[in-house]
T-cell receptor
Framework: GQNIDQPTEMTATEGAIVQINCTYQTSGFNGLFWYQQHAGEAPTFLSYNVLDGLEEKGRFSSFLSRSKGYSYLLLKELQMKDSASYLCAADNDYKLSFGAGTTVTVRA | IAGITQAPTSQILAAGRRMTLRCTQDMRHNAMYWYRQDLGLGLRLIHYSNTAGTTGKGEVPDGYSVSRANTDDFPLTLASAVPSQTSVYFC?????????????FGPGTRLTVL
């Protein structure tokens, strides 16, 4: 079976940095995805990691450690528009298993 | 290019009724997926199709059926709706050539079963 864990909620101040952790236990693991979902909208792709290490995309970075079953999403220079839910998903044979999502609230 | 469209946007349905949620993509993606999203549980895979003519069961397939007659369409049918099927349903697609292909999501259908 699949087990994906991430914190339920996080709050941070505009301009700050927030790190969202995700641990996973899956069989047949291929890679780790991060999606962003604003309230009432569809999830949109942010990043994915296949190999260990850090992937940087502008203000967003994602890290993977396959041996530890651990990933994190780093959001830098937070903006109000970053208030959303962030979904961690482990790929298993072309299918994604999602965590419940972390709701990030950015305060002015 | 529209990407993925879903219909209806929302629906209120009496228990016991049959309902088909429609999903169409214009990206010529091989793989398509149906998820339901419930508070506190995240997205859960209902059914998937790796290519036209094939389908497979996901994590929560009971009470749902799908078909994939062509590349573009992937309808989800609830044969006899029950209140526990109240949820937001998302359709997604990917190229399906690699396990790490990005999945793209439709706007969702909000279904309420009374």
């Amino acid at each position: 079976g699949q087990n994906i864990d991430q914190p339920t909620e996080m709050t941070a101040t505009e301009g700050a940095i927030v790190q969202i952790n995700c641990t996973y236990q899956t069989s047949g693991f291929n890679g780790l995805f991060w999606y962003q979902q604003h309230a009432g909208e569809a999830p949109t792709f942010l990043s994915y990691n296949v190999l260990d290490g850090l992937e940087e995309k502008g203000r967003f970075s994602s890290f993977l450690s396959r041996s530890k079953g651990y990933s994190y999403l780093l959001l830098k220079e937070l903006q109000m528009k970053d208030s959303a839910s962030y979904l961690c998903a482990a790929d298993n044979d072309y299918k994604l298993s999602f965590g419940a999502g972390t709701t990030v609230t950015v305060r002015a | 290019i529209a990407g993925i469209t879903q219909a209806p946007t929302s629906q209120i349905l009496a228990a016991g009724r049959r309902m088909t949620l429609r999903c169409t993509q214009d990206m010529r993606h091989n793989a398509m997926y149906w998820y339901r999203q419930d508070l506190g549980l995240g997205l859960r895979l209902i059914h998937y199709s790796n290519t036209a003519g094939t389908t497979g069961k996901g994590e929560v397939p009971d009470g749902y059926s799908v078909s994939r007659a062509n590349t573009d369409d992937f309808p989800l049918t609830l044969a006899s709706a029950v209140p526990s099927q109240t949820s937001v349903y998302f359709c997604a697609s990917s190229e399906g050539k690699s396990p790490t292909d990005t999945q793209y999501f439709g706007p969702g259908t909000r279904l309420t079963v009374l």
